[in-house]
């Protein structure tokens, strides 16, 4: 019996005695002269057994059966289930073996089975976090994240991110490197899906800004950075209207880390139990079930319903702006080199002020070459190298030339091998001569 029993008892006992009424009784103990009345009733017929509730030692009403926790625990002892967490394997159980338990529940049922065990929550220091942007479309975080994504069941991936800062909106995709070429083919596909947004936030990757090179043993430190060419997707947002702005740390962009923590453990562990050992299945289970359980249960309301991001206008031609783009110089005979390759331009494309002009070259996505001279487009041709001058020999590269330009060397080669016939003297002249007059 407990203390808070034994108080019960003795007002009870009070009010039975008629030392205490029976509306001080219930005042003393917190109940109504109602139940007063009744735990009288009771004490008569069971005496101090009264006060005690009569489930106590017995199992609850709502108890659930032994069966299905034999059943949850030896579906979670799978090893394909290793490592999932209370609400995770809730979740599981529900969906794919039909047994409805609270995460509490699965929680102590998994530390009674020795499959789960609480860690201790490491004091972190707090920091301010910045407020979510009003409005979707405002600020979209984008960043790449390196694991192991298949767990050794199949090639190396790269899963690139792209989450909306107010409304935590995520849109991904797995690729085999993470380069330039395959950033492009995801902010394609966002572009067309859901229009520009205001302002892309990144980190200081070499795929969106140059370099700063520097001398050996040199440092910048307390320089102003100085004015660099931009990278191809720098070029491409500006061309595109979309401001780039660059985090100075990790935690600065902490709404995408946090999302790659989540997918390294959720991601990881849902393609673990569909099986899923190719990029392309990795592609599909990301599309049809990480993506939409991610925008629907993880995603907020923004504090503006307006959309923010920005259509597409005619101007806006992502085949030549998603591109590697470089400038060019026409030759005299209407060609250009690019990547080792001439290309001739088209006899009927041909237009004034072209000779010697800078021509914007396109290599796009697809693999193809488009070549625009000022605001049109021209056709071109590969030169086939059978057809061009052969470049010269060793033998002709290593021989002097036949002019030298020195000027101690000037010297007029036009007589060399010159046949002159042999005359007379001067004294066999003069007498010709006399002898004529």
């Known amino acids: 019996m407990t203390q808070a029993e034994r108080d019960r008892l003795v007002a009870l006992k009070k009010a039975k005695k008629k030392m205490i009424t029976q509306k001080q009784a219930a005042e003393e103990i917190g109940v109504t002269e109602r139940q007063v009345r009744r735990l009288l009733r009771k004490l008569r017929r069971?005496?101090?057994?009264?006060?005690?509730?009569?489930?106590?030692?017995?199992?609850?009403?709502?108890?659930?059966?032994?069966?299905?926790?034999?059943r949850a625990m030896t579906v979670l002892s799978d090893p394909v289930y290793r490592g999932f967490g209370p609400t995770l394997a809730a979740e599981y159980l529900h969906q794919r073996h039909r047994i409805t338990v609270s995460k509490e529940t699965v929680r102590q049922w998994?530390?009674?089975?020795?499959?789960?065990q609480a860690g201790r929550r490491r004091v972190v220091e707090v920091h301010q976090w910045r407020l979510r942007r009003s409005r979707c479309g405002?600020?979209?975080?984008?960043?790449?994240?390196?694991?192991?994504?298949?767990?050794g069941r199949g090639e190396q991936m790269y899963l690139i991110s792209m989450i909306d800062d107010a409304t935590s909106r995520l849109f991904a995709r797995f690729v085999r490197h993470d380069s330039s070429e395959e950033n492009m083919r995801l902010l394609w596909s966002y572009l067309e899906r859901f229009g520009r947004p205001l302002a892309f936030y990144t980190d200081k990757a070499g795929m969106f800004q140059s370099a700063v090179k520097t001398k050996r043993q040199e440092q910048r430190e307390g320089r102003d950075r100085p004015e660099m060419p931009p990278t191809q997707i720098a070029r491409a947002l500006r061309e595109l209207g979309i401001v780039w702005i660059?985090?100075?740390s990790p935690q600065a962009k902490g709404r995408v880390e946090r999302q790659f923590l989540t997918a390294q453990d959720r991601l990881v562990k849902g393609?673990?139990?569909?099986?899923?050992?190719?990029?392309?299945?990795?592609?599909?289970?990301?599309?049809?079930e990480y993506l939409?359980?991610?925008?629907?249960a993880l995603t907020v309301e923004p504090a503006d319903a307006a959309d923010a991001h920005r259509p597409l206008g005619q101007e806006s031609d992502l085949a030549a702006i998603l591109s590697h783009v470089e400038q060019r110089q026409v030759t005299n005979d209407y060609t250009l080199r690019y990547c080792g390759k001439i290309f001739q331009i088209d006899r009927q494309d041909i237009g004034v002020g072209m000779r010697k002009a800078r021509v914007r070259v396109e290599e796009r996505l697809d693999g193809t070459i488009a070549v625009r001279f000022q605001d049109t487009y021209v056709r071109v041709c590969r030169c086939e190298q059978s057809g061009c001058q052969p470049p010269p020999s060793a033998e002709t590269r290593s021989a002097p030339p036949l002019h030298s330009t020195s000027k101690a060397k000037r010297k007029s080669q036009w007589m060399k091998n010159f046949s002159v016939r042999s005359g007379p003297s001067l004294r066999e002249a003069i007498e010709v001569s006399n002898a004529r007059s």
């Open 138 to 151: 405002e600020l979209v975080q984008w960043d790449t994240s390196v694991h192991d994504w298949l767990e």
């Open 46 to 70: 069971k005496g101090d057994q009264a006060v005690i509730h009569e489930l106590r030692g017995r199992a609850s009403n709502r108890k659930l059966p032994a069966e299905m926790e034999e």
């Open 292 to 296: 939409p359980w991610w925008n629907q």
């Open 246 to 248: 660059p985090a100075h």
């Open 110 to 116: 998994m530390a009674k089975a020795e499959l789960w």
């Open 271 to 288: 393609m673990r139990v569909a099986c899923v050992c190719t990029i392309e299945e990795a592609n599909a289970y990301l599309e049809k």
